[in-house]
Antibody, heavy 121, light 112 residues
Framework: EVQLEESGGGLVQPGGSLRLSCTVS????????VNWVRQAPGKGLEWISY????????YYADSVKGRFTISRDNAKNLVHLQMNSLRADDTAVYYC??????????????WGQGTRVTVSS | QSALTQPASVSGSPGQSITISCTGT?????????VSWYQQYPGKAPKLMIF???NRPSGVSSRFSGSKSGNTASLTISGLQAEDEADYYC????????????FGGGTRLTVL
């Protein structure tokens, strides 16, 4: 069974930092890219970051570029999202999600249950 | 890159069919057949219901179907059931590196 589980969320003051982790199981982690997607309270989904299976390629949404860093450890089946200079509008539930893509098919197919991040003084 | 455009809400009675539209641009929906639809219950994670415009993952009911025409994708749910009441989001791969994926604002489906 494919599973992703986020951790590391919590309450942080504006300007502070948090490191989110995503532990995966049930599939060959090193074969898949991973994305982080967030959802602000009462709002829709927002893609924020991507990391390829080998870590060679990373992408960020403009809203987090320069403040967030994505990384992964294939030996430990882990993905991390280091979040610095946090702002109130970063308050959201953060999901890690597996991406399954090839030349003819592409989707974000499995999601974790999410971890809540609240940025407030 | 703006979010894909979905109606905020739709409703239908049990047994009826409903369709949710999702309008994008030539850089996302119009450029790729990598359109997905997700079902989300309050406080829960999104669940993939349709991928690659019209394909259903294993275990998803055949009552759910997808299509695309130009820059607009659609999700149709036939034979509405009470358990279908949820939020639905469309998503598309994007011809850019930021964002890589774009989502619709979500549609709340109410089963009357």
């Amino acid at each position: 069974e494919v599973q992703l589980e986020e951790s590391g969320g919590g309450l942080v003051q504006p300007g502070g930092s948090l490191r989110l982790s995503c532990t995966v199981s049930g599939f060959i982690f090193s074969d898949y890219s991973v994305n982080w997607v967030r959802q602000a309270p009462g709002k829709g989904l927002e893609w924020i970051s991507y990391i390829s299976s080998t870590s060679r390629t990373v992408y960020y949404a403009d809203s987090v570029k320069g403040r967030f860093t994505i990384s992964r450890d294939n030996a430990k089946n882990l993905v991390h999202l280091q979040m610095n200079s946090l702002r109130a509008d970063d308050t959201a539930v953060y999901y890690c999600a597996r991406e399954d893509c090839n030349s003819v098919s592409c989707s974000i197919d499995f999601w974790g249950q999410g971890t809540r991040v609240t940025v407030s003084s | 890159q703006s979010a894909l455009t979905q109606p905020a809400s739709v409703s239908g009675s049990p047994g009826q069919s409903i369709t949710i539209s999702c309008t994008g641009t030539s850089s996302d929906i119009g450029d790729y057949n990598f359109v997905s639809w997700y079902q989300q219950y309050p406080g829960k994670a999104p669940k993939l219901m349709i991928f690659d415009v019209s394909n259903r993952p294993s275990g998803v009911s055949s009552r759910f179907s997808g299509s695309k025409s130009g820059n607009t994708a659609s999700l149709t749910i036939s034979g509405l059931q009470a358990e279908d009441e949820a939020d639905y989001y469309c998503s598309s791969y994007v011809n850019s590196i930021s964002p890589l994926w774009v989502f619709g604002g979500g549609t709340r489906l109410t089963v009357l």
